[in-house]
């Protein structure tokens, strides 16, 4: 199985279970159900559940045991792009090819709609098995702190307040750090977790995230610049208007892409405590990753 194969199989895979463990489009009320599944089911790469599956699997579990953790992780993160898009955030317009939210239900039922998946995830995170490491306690603050003030939401806080001033790149990196790599990061360790990971093998895997979601962030950044709506499914150009900084306005795009391969190969480093079977999958994801275009 190649790793595209192997992204489509899975996503598959989360995508039966995120239909059976989210409220149907039936349930009352039904406008919230709609709008939920509306963001959920709009046709997202899963990358981060696809992560979490392939760390289980690293560390010698099975996806069927993860996948409530990979469907949390998914779920929350369809949260954080409905309130990204708000009119308060970001302001934007279109989402994986569609239109936003608060585009289609406008911005009070696209603001519950994001606090419901928030709130879901941690029921389907509830639903984790428990292991000879691990307990449901700790799987929910890894996913509680991740996301948190500290981290994800604390990210989006130093973003808003970068906008229209220069930044540096260690203020850039603390961006970053927080409004993508650690759910991306969180996405690994629960997947690990789940497979009651060994310390040595949830730290690795930790340090694998970290770059891996940085050098992520940095494509990103790249992406909006060189690629277009059609190809990426969203806005481009939208952080130039913002006056926010990214790593190719403050060093460049060639500049910009040797880091994102330094990263990459930082993670993939990080990996060689695993013996090469259980490592393959999750280095050829980050290549995958390194040389997308969307």
């Known amino acids: 199985m190649t790793i595209r194969e192997y992204i489509s199989a899975t996503a598959e895979q989360v995508d039966h279970s995120l239909d059976r463990m989210l409220p149907p489009e039936t349930a009352a009320p039904a406008t919230i159900h709609k709008a939920m599944r509306y963001s959920i089911f709009a046709g997202g790469k899963r990358i981060r559940p696809v992560l979490c599956i392939a760390a289980a699997e690293a560390c010698g579990g099975k996806a069927g045991t993860a996948m409530p953790a990979a469907c949390a992780v998914e779920t929350l993160h369809t949260y954080t792009l409905i309130h990204d898009d708000l009119p308060c955030m970001d302001n934007d317009d279109l989402r994986r090819g569609k239109p936003t939210n608060h585009k289609v239900f406008g911005e009070g039922i696209a603001v519950l709609a994001g606090d419901a998946l928030l709130t879901e995830a941690f029921a389907m995170l509830a639903r984790l098995p428990e292991n000879a490491n691990y307990r449901v306690a700790d799987y929910v603050r890894e996913l509680a702190e991740a996301t948190g003030s500290r981290q ?44 009651a990971a060994s310390p040595e093998q949830l730290a690795a895997l930790t340090t694998y995230g970290q770059n891996l979601g940085l050098a992520f962030q940095i494509i990103d950044d790249i992406l909006d610049i060189t690629s277009t709506p059609e190809t990426l499914g969203k806005s481009i150009g939208k952080d130039e208007q913002a006056g926010k900084a990214t790593y190719p306005a403050l060093v460049g795009i060639d ?16 990996l060689d405590i695993f013996p090469e079977q259980q490592r393959a999958r999750l280095l050829a994801l980050n290549d995958y990753l390194l040389n997308r275009n969307y």
Do not use: F, Y
């Open 152 to 195: 994800l939401i604390g990210g989006q806080v130093l973003d808003l307040e970068g906008e229209g001033r220069p930044l540096s790149i260690e203020e850039l990196r603390a961006i970053h750090n927080g409004k993508t790599s650690a759910l991306l990061t969180a996405a690994i360790r629960l997947g690990a977790m789940s497979a």
């Open 255 to 270: 500049h910009a892409r040797q880091e994102a391969r330094d990263l990459t190969a930082a993670a993939c480093k990080a």
